[in-house]
């Protein structure tokens, strides 16, 4: 088991927060959370507990960028981009801009499920 770990913005204003839990033997899920620091108050978490970030990087002091997955993996993409400009409160994938409240859906609509009979 790994700990919570955290990656603060450069300005110190924002912190992307990850809590990990094994979802199968030896299978981690890093669950992010997007929060702002002086109020301690998450901006943005995913309601679905199978998103998993696999990199974030801050590119200023409020944009941040997040590589996801989704488990199970059976789907396409495999994982998805996701730039969040915390201070606007909007993301962008895929070049498409929304707002973060609406973040959750605009991933998983983009995400195509492979049946076993495809």
């Known amino acids: 088991m790994t700990a919570d770990s955290s990656l603060v913005a450069p300005g110190g204003r924002w912190a992307v927060v990850t809590s990990p839990w094994e979802v199968r033997m030896s299978l981690w899920i890093e669950s992010p959370v997007l929060v702002e620091l002086a109020a301690n108050t998450p901006i943005f978490a995913f309601r679905d507990v199978h998103w998993s970030l ?3 990087a801050w590119i200023g002091d409020d944009v941040v960028q997040w590589r996801l997955r989704k488990y199970p993996g059976n789907h396409v993409p495999v994982d ?6 915390c201070a606007r409160r909007v993301a962008v994938c895929d070049g498409r801009e929304f707002p973060l409240t609406t973040a959750e859906a605009a991933l998983d609509a983009r995400l195509r499920w492979i049946t076993s009979s495809e």
């Open 54 to 56: 696999d990199s974030a």
């Open 80 to 85: 998805l981009t996701l730039q969040i400009d």
